[in-house]
């Protein structure tokens, strides 16, 4: 699964500040279309961007998508689905395991939760953004930074529901854009091939490549209960990828720390992510021996663990980035060649961004313990937003904290009021675990694990908050929701009664947080990046902001300590690396269908472009911007992206158009849906 790490060596001369070539998450309204032609030879025209523009989609579940017929239909990554598949899923079968084709029209379901946006417009808000707070500092001035985004927000989307506004920062603050969506809240689940095909390989094989992964999966756009008209569409090329081919990719890649200082990577290294790593670890072994109880418990859990163990290898990986000095090296270098330069402004912003180092060890674990809460538990998820929805929705819109302006509020409506499965067993081992180690790293004396745990152990709180939870029903939820604070606070419900408690100290440290941290790295950032503008003005790309990017590169192999891995891999490829044991194990509808299948079809191919987290589920474009793929990974190589590129050995992994049609065609049965993808 496509994530952003960190790799070492092989960064080190690449640490410079205009993008070298193939490198970039380049936003639509500054693509370097130029040096696209020269590199390789393809004219990247404004209709080119705003009809890809046009069909991109960013997935609520932290993915991408695009629109491939004028019926609505978008392809993703199977794993980008997986939520949606165990949601729907009937009680005799598993739609994550075995897969899923909708037959009609009427048998597509909606996935609980998932929202789709497609960008309409991009413009310029960083003079309304950066004069806010003016004067201000620490907590005042994010209040103010925070009231004015609410603002233009609203001004841009009022609450139509059907809009989605967001003020997002660029160049660490350096520029402020407002990014208009058109918001599609009825996805439904089209098509997905089941877990042994999308993730053959497993663990053993993510990150890694060769690969033979089917990887994809379809969705449907609905309005007004009908499938969406969507003219704008890419078209779908199932030809063979050559290698060499020019191919670009256009998806949301996340957070990425390419303009961080020394200083704020170093605190990475030093605190976040040796933290992570260790609690990863842990959480990893639970839910192993969590899913060896029962086969209940292994189909419950088999999402999570995946996660953990991707998660788990993003980590590794940018640990041993930070841990490379000929990296770091580097990075203080690139930071050395642009503070001599000439200022850009008074003061010296790096050394302010230093300082804020130590107000983030002193808070960093109460923040991550009380304010960020367990990892992935829905009840918990669930008795926040409604208890936090409850208060803000109360409040003047510019008051709120970031997530409930009336232009997020259809957002968090929507997760609160989907029904989706809550698996009571896995909460409680979600809970204990956030529960023990919030007493570990805070110290069982410490008057926030008093808070949290009062006289109960963390496997008895856990046990009781789930066993008495009804938040699992999403009737239960409407009417916490639509009742707002009244009925909040008349809730005998155990798990709105625990957020109520802690609520207030989440609150503080969060607070205290904005004024010690998040608003004097904002005035740093922003004056570092007037530094970076002044230096090298916009031939320098933002870090990945989940925000629509586009990159560009050729489908390539890459040859590191004197290996040659060639881009293309074969459906024959897939049977002879089969073992018949997972996770090599092959689908019974693949072994049925071997004889069928072209031996010689492209299955998936690496490319040179540039992409991390949140572009899973991107389209693999070529030249005439037709859909030839979709970005699913990364090789091991390109641990790297977070903290930089390197063009010689980074590498997007994707799955071939010409093997999502094959096996559409000869393994799944699935006629009428290739020849929507054709146009017929």
Known sequence: MVAGVGA???????????????????????????????????????????????????????????????????LTNDHC??????????KDQ??????????????????????ADILES?????????????????????????????AIEKEACGVDPKLQCEVVPLYQGGQYKLYKYRRYDDVRLVFSPGNRAAFFGGDPDNFNFPRYDL????????????????????????????????VFVAGNPGSTFRDQTVA????????????????????????????EESADNARVGDDELQGIENDYKVYVGRLQALDDPAFMDARRAAEADLRAKPPAGTGDPWADMAAVQKDIAALYIYNRQLEQGPWDSSLFAYARALVRGAAERAKPNGERLPGYADS???????????????EPALEQLLLEFWLSKSRELLTADDPDTRLLLGNESPEALAKRLVAGSKLGDAGVRKALWDGGETAIEASDDPMIQFVRRIDPEARRIRAAYDDKVNGPSTRASEAIAKARFAAYGDSVYPDGTFTLRLSYGQVGGWTYRGKTTPPLTTFAGLYTRSTGAAPFDLDPRWIAAKGKLNPDTVFDLSTTNDIIG??????????????????????????????????????????????ITEALSKVYGAGALVRELSGG
Request: proline share 6%; glycine share 10%; aromatic share 4%.
């Open 264 to 291: 704020q990577l170093e605190t990475q290294r030093t605190l976040s992510l040796p933290l992570a790593l260790a609690q990863l670890a842990e959480l990893r072994g639970r839910l192993i021996r969590f899913r």
């Open 8 to 74: 070492g060596l092989a960064l080190a001369a690449m640490i410079a500040a205009p993008a070298m070539a193939d490198e970039g998450l380049w936003t639509f309204d500054n693509f370097p279309a130029a040096k696209v032609k020269a590199a390789l030879g393809v004219d990247i025209t404004p209709a080119w961007l705003a009809k890809v523009q046009a069909a991109a989609a960013r997935l609520s579940v932290g993915c991408s998508a695009s629109v491939v017929s004028g019926q609505g239909l978008l």
């Open 614 to 659: 949140g572009n899973s589920g991107s389209p693999l474009m070529n030249a005439k911007a037709e859909v030839i793929g979709t970005a699913f990974d990364g090789n091991i190589l390109s641990i790297g992206g977070d903290y930089g590129y390197d063009p010689q050995v980074n590498r997007t992994v994707a799955v071939s158009a010409a093997a």
């Open 81 to 90: 689905v997986v939520d949606c598949a165990h949601a729907i899923s009937p």
């Open 408 to 422: 997020e509020l259809p957002g968090v409506e929507k997760s609160v009021m989907d029904a989706q499965p809550v």
């Open 122 to 150: 991009i413009s310029d808000v960083t003079a309304r953004m950066t004069g806010a707070g003016a004067g201000l500092a620490g907590e005042a001035m994010v209040k103010a930074r925070i009231a004015q985004s609410a």
């Open 94 to 115: 598993d739609y994550l395991t075995d897969g899923v084709l909708a037959a009609a029209e009427g048998a597509e379901k909606t996935c609980p939760g998932m929202e």
């Open 215 to 246: 990887d994809c999966a379809f969705l449907r756009l609905y309005e007004g209960g009908k499938p969406a008209a969507t003219p704008q569409h890419l078209t779908w090329n199932p030809e063979t990828p050559a290698a060499g081919e020019a």
